[in-house]
């Protein structure tokens, strides 16, 4: 093929993808990003053929390139994908394992379209006679722009590979991430023509990448986080000046929660994994604002859980705002450390 005829070629397979992303945004399909993580950089994986398919009929993709990031957060933006998804059909390669997996994962569409209705608080409204909730069912299009919309619909699609096959998928609203579950991987045995495929791009051979790179990981790490218990954060004060504004709680097995006001102070007990860590904001006076920041050990918690069952966990800020103690069931809860700042920002119900 000349130069010509190739441009021609390109030009056209170019205005085809256009027409086609140009058409899907008229039909008004819902867009999402998606993300693909790793535990961290010595146990990351390379997609090879991907699709997800959507309950419209289409299909959407992965990012170009392997995993990045951190357990359930790649730390990197993709192109716009549409439609709403229903499953993953994904063949990879665990460099660290020298295996080819392939991923065959229907989500439940029933619980897919519940969550697609919903839209999570990010913050306060503009209006402090505007009732905030913990979501409301505003469908896929509110996008949190600013105090007047504190509402996020469904925004990203986040795939974790850990080892030996196993994957974890989360649903992301804005700063509010959901486990949707966890699938297993199969092997894929006969993989001379994915080898093929993959390492025709790559400057490292499969035998060179296999001895440098090879580790014999379990997944358990991984699955002992997702280990939930019944419990809520409570925050406490011999300070009766107290008011309790915002909570944000990032967990090991990668789920993320936000509590608010008015809910902050009266959190419902509910399944939720061990704290990897967390911040909260109080005032109990004018120029008396500040934040309080966690960091738990995911195995010196958990024990502490496995006694427990289940219960509150009581934030007991000291009535000078210096320190607070961190209790579950009126025990001392371990942490690795505990930090608190003096800030300042205005909420509907700060002291003037």
Known sequence: ???????????????????????????????????????????????????????????????????????????????????????????????????????KADFPVDKIKDYMKRAYAQGEASLSTKSIEEYKDLGRFQHYSSAENPYESFTTLVFGFAPKGMVVVWLRFGIVQIELGKYQSEIVKDDKELEKKLFSNLSVTREEMKKKRFLNKSPKEWE???????????????NKGLKNFEMNLT??????????????DKASVKERAIPQELNFTWETGINQQYIGRAYFNWERVNEAFKKAGKGNVEFKIADDNRSFQILLNNEPLPTDSTRIFKTEHEYHDSYK
């Open 1 to 103: 093929m000349d130069k010509l005829a190739f441009k021609i070629v390109c030009f056209f397979i170019l205005l085809t993808q256009n027409i086609s992303c140009q058409k899907m945004k008229e039909e008004k399909l819902p867009e999402f990003h998606i993300e693909i993580s790793h535990p961290h950089n010595d146990l990351d994986i390379t997609p090879v053929i991907d699709k997800i398919p959507t309950l419209e009929g289409g299909v959407a993709t992965l990012p170009y390139g392997s995993t990045s990031g951190t357990w359930g957060w790649s730390g990197k933006g993709w192109t716009e994908q549409y439609g709403t998804p229903i499953g993953a059909d994904i063949t990879y390669f665990s460099r660290y394992e020298d295996t080819f997996y392939h991923l």
């Open 224 to 238: 002992d986080y997702r280990t939930k218990y019944a419990w809520k954060p409570v925050i406490t004060s011999e």
């Open 251 to 264: 967990y090991y097995n990668g789920e993320t929660e936000i509590l608010l006001r008015p809910w902050i």
